[in-house]
């Protein structure tokens, strides 16, 4: 992975008054809030300020914290919410990139997480890594998609990675697209419509076929960047 400037500081986007983006340098965190529970997505880098801290001026209410994957820019400041809730797929990746302290706690495909009267479906998309979820919320038609779906380029190189499960994911999505209208990514522009994942499929399977041409990437990376139509890759 290449070496990150986290300099900045956190940066709050309010959605609503019951929804909050986290911006960490590159990398998003949300909060969503309901009337028992605060529901927090991925935390960031860790090296831009205390994220409970700023989570707690935001709500009162309980967190409980869900990752959507492992890599390191999603879990860095996890030690200061207790436990870490993720797909068991994920969990070999979660020890290796972290030594946590806390209990790690299953969640399961068809999991459902009731924050007090908004509701959010875990949906297994293995790929960008082997236990990737995306969430669903079908009253407000939104998925959170981790790094899985992006306008800019998704990691796709390393061990922890697979393409052609990669793709199986984002036909599974597309046949669920009846239940949402946007995309909530962890990186770059947001939402996206729904017909990202379109755009991924394809890029990726041209990709796979050897009808893209590698690029050099912007960044050293072991991988070359490969882009069609709005969907890009590192592999």
Not at 27 to 38: H, N, P, Q, Y
Not at 67 to 75: G, K, L, P
Not at 116 to 142: C, K, M, W
Request: proline share 8%; glycine share 8%.
């Amino acid at each position: 992975m290449p070496e990150m400037d986290v300099s900045q500081p956190l940066e709050t986007v309010k959605i609503d008054d019951a929804t909050y983006f986290i911006e960490d340098n590159g990398v998003r965190c949300m909060l969503f809030i309901g009337t028992e529970l605060a529901l927090l997505v991925d935390t960031g880098f860790g090296a831009a300020g205390s994220l409970k801290t700023l989570v707690e001026s935001l709500t009162d209410k309980p967190v409980i914290l869900v990752n959507t994957h492992a890599d390191f820019d999603h879990i860095g400041n996890n030690p200061e919410f207790g436990a870490a809730h993720m797909h068991p797929a994920e969990m070999q990746h979660y020890y290796l990139c972290a030594k946590p302290d806390a209990p790690v706690v299953p969640l399961w495909e068809g999991d459902v997480i009731n924050i007090g009267g908004r509701y959010f479906e875990v949906i297994l998309i293995p790929g960008h890594t082997q236990g990737s979820i995306a969430l669903l919320d079908r009253e407000n038609r939104f998925i959170l998609s981790g790094d899985s779906i992006s306008a800019g380029p998704v990691f796709m190189f390393g061990d922890s990675r697979n393409f052609r499960a990669y793709i199986s994911s984002m036909e599974k999505l597309a046949d669920m697209r009846n239940l949402f209208d946007k995309i909530y990514p962890a990186h770059g522009p947001f939402p996206l419509p729904s017909g990202q994942i379109d755009k991924m499929i394809i890029s990726a399977n041209k990709l796979l076929a050897g009808e893209l041409t590698p690029e050099e990437p912007p960044f050293p990376l072991p991988a070359k960047l490969y882009m069609h139509d709005g969907a890009s890759f590192f592999y």
